[in-house]
T-cell receptor, first 112, second 116 residues
Framework: DTGVSQDPRHKITKRGQNVTFRCDPI?????LYWYRQTLGQGPEFLTY????????KSRLLSDRFSAERPKGSFSTLEIQRTEQGDSAMYLC??????????FGSGTRLTVV | AQTVTQSQPEMSVQEAETVTLSCTYD???????LFWYKQPPSRQMILVIR??????QNATENRFSVNFQKAAKSFSLKISDSQLGDTAMYFC?????????????FGPGTRLSVLP
């Protein structure tokens, strides 16, 4: 297992377009997290899955954002009608226990 | 809600010297975890060290150690014998484990530069 994989690494999109990011967690991890990191700040929690169930969503996750984890494997994060304020790094992480919490390298989104 | 504060936006240290990064947090919880993460330009968040709040003994990992003061809600990171590869953003983070989730609350980070 090569860790948590995120695709794409970079995404440039025009304002108003929809974008989708993918996260492949470590295979035996049942928990999956999405965070957003803006320039010069620490990551902020967006949402959390345990297996396929989305159990927690931050108030940062507006109705333009949707996340899925079908079959409890990979996850997608979609942003509809992107705005310039959505420009950030989107980090995915997975865990089974606290001690094996692992982050991916993120998808950097630029909205122009 | 929990908050994490890092009062040093940037720091620098000479190679082989020792540096201490500060972190304070606010919580009403008694059971929690504290972490230091390193984020180099490669963007990967790398765990440096973890401390369980119920443990009085300060955690150590090779050149990295913490000074955990629970009453003062302080959690500083000491890096000994600094190396060029230690250059990175360092984030202090809080976690309250429960049955629901284990999401982090991160501080704003300290940019550390190790100078040759």
């Amino acid at each position: 297992d090569t860790g948590v994989s995120q695709d794409p690494r970079h995404k440039i999109t025009k304002r108003g377009q929809n974008v989708t990011f993918r996260c492949d967690p470590i295979s035996e991890h049942n928990r999956l997290y999405w965070y957003r990191q803006t320039l010069g700040q620490g990551p902020e929690f967006l949402t959390y899955f345990q297996n396929e169930a989305q159990l927690e969503k931050s108030r940062l996750l507006s109705d333009r954002f949707s996340a899925e984890r079908p079959k409890g494997s990979f996850s997608t994060l979609e942003i509809q009608r992107t705005e310039q304020g959505d420009s950030a790094m989107y980090l995915c992480a997975s865990s089974l226990f606290i001690r094996d919490y692992t982050f991916g390298s993120g998808t950097r989104l630029t909205v122009v | 809600a929990q908050t994490v504060t890092q009062s040093q936006p940037e720091m620098s240290v000479q190679e082989a010297e020792t540096v201490t990064l500060s972190c304070t947090y606010d919580t009403s919880e008694n059971n929690y975890y504290l972490f230091w993460y390193k984020q180099p330009p490669s963007r990967q968040m790398i765990l440096v060290i973890r401390q369980e709040a119920y443990k009085q003994q300060n955690a150590t990992e090779n050149r990295f150690s913490v000074n955990f003061q629970k009453a003062a809600k302080s959690f500083s990171l000491k890096i000994s014998d600094s190396q060029l590869g230690d250059t990175a953003m360092y984030f202090c983070a809080f976690m309250k484990p429960d049955n629901y989730g284990q999401n982090f609350v991160f501080g704003p980070g300290t940019r550390l530069s190790v100078l040759p």
